[in-house]
């Protein structure tokens, strides 16, 4: 597996923005899709943004237009820069890595009103 480490989350009033970083224990140069999931309480997980190693991107509809997700392969580190953020943004954000499948443990993200 490989091992993902993510910081940047906190507290943020609505309209306001933050920046998640996922450091990756390998090179992202390799053939893989990283991004980030976030899960709500008492929801399920669901997708966020992706980025593949070729540089594709994919938004869920609800982040679109608000939230942008890069790579820094020097430093094997995805980024999601989050702005706009709305109160329904707030959950754990878990960054992701395929193949083989690998999660990283989460940061919290709150946006209050």
């Known amino acids: 597996q490989v091992q993902l480490v993510e910081s940047g989350g906190g507290l943020v009033q609505a309209g306001g923005s933050l920046r998640l970083s996922c450091a990756a224990s390998r090179s992202i140069f390799s053939n893989n899709v990283m991004g980030w999931y976030r899960q709500a309480q008492g929801k399920q997980r669901e997708l966020a943004a992706t980025?593949?190693?070729?540089?594709?991107?994919n938004y869920a509809d609800s982040v679109k237009g608000r939230f942008t997700i890069s790579r820094d392969s020097a430093k094997n580190t995805v980024y999601l820069q989050m702005n706009s953020l709305k109160p329904e943004d707030t959950a754990v954000y878990h960054c992701?890595?395929?193949?083989?499948?690998?999660w990283g443990q989460g940061t919290q993200v709150t946006v209050s009103s």
């Open positions: 980025i593949t190693s070729g540089g594709s991107t």
């Open positions: 992701y890595w395929f193949p083989p499948t690998s």
